[in-house]
Structures are given as C-alpha cells and as structure tokens.
C-alpha cells in the first residue's frame, strides 16, 4: 500500500527552526519525486518545495520560503525532508507532502498519496 505520512510538526516562536519529515512505504522512492505542500486556515494550498527522483535534477521552492528552507532526501532511509528555517508567522499551516512523477509545477494535477498532514504553528 502506498503511504506518505508527515512528522515533525509543533509550535515555535518567530525565527526558530523545524525539521519535517516525510516517510514513505509502499514504493521505491527514488522513482518519484516528492513535494511539499502547505494549507493555512481559511487559504488555498500552495506549493512549498519539491525534489526530483534524480540528485542532479535539484530542488524547486516556493519564492516565499527561497534561502529559508531546505528540502533534501534519504533514498535509503524512504524519507524526505523540509528543513525550515526563520520561521515566521505566515509560514503557520499544516504541511503536507505528496509524490508524483516530475518535480517541475505545484500544480500539476498528478501529485497524489497525500500525507495525513501535521501542523506547524509560529507564534510568540
């Protein structure tokens, strides 16, 4: 069965740092690449960051989180991660991650086996 599911999530005061991780089962990992993704309340889902199947093929971000987080893969371990940065307030959301083929558009149709989701809130 395939399976994303989110960890790492919690509440953090403005400028601190987390670590998401995205677990995977059910597939091979490195034939996909994986987004991350982010709802706030009351807002559309947008596209955070992405990472191609290939280590060559680099990374995508979203410009509102460009130089404050870093998104990265362990093939061996099924896993990928967000690492973020000078969290801010608007960066409150629950996050999820999701696969698909190609990392090149956050709105492509195709990102599929949504994660459950977990919850970053930044506030002071």
């Known amino acids: 069965q395939v399976q994303l599911v989110e960890s790492g999530g919690g509440s953090v005061q403005p400028g601190r740092s987390l670590t998401l991780s995205c677990a995977a089962s059910?597939?091979?990992?490195?034939?996909?690449?994986i987004g991350w993704f982010r709802q706030a309340p009351g807002k559309e889902r947008e596209g955070v960051s992405c990472?191609?199947?290939?280590?060559?093929?680099?990374?995508k971000y979203a410009s509102s989180v460009k130089g404050r987080f870093t998104i990265s893969r362990d093939n061996a371990k099924n896993t990928v991660y967000l690492q973020m940065n000078s969290l801010k307030p608007e960066d409150t959301a629950i996050y999820y991650c999701?696969?698909?083929?190609?990392?090149?558009?956050?709105?492509?149709?195709?990102?599929?086996?949504w994660g459950p989701g977990t919850q970053v809130t930044v506030s002071s």
């Open positions: 999701a696969r698909d083929i190609w990392c090149s558009r956050f709105d492509r149709p195709t990102w599929e086996n």
């Open positions: 059910g597939f091979t990992l490195d034939n996909y690449a």
């Open positions: 990472i191609s199947s290939r280590s060559d093929d680099g990374a």
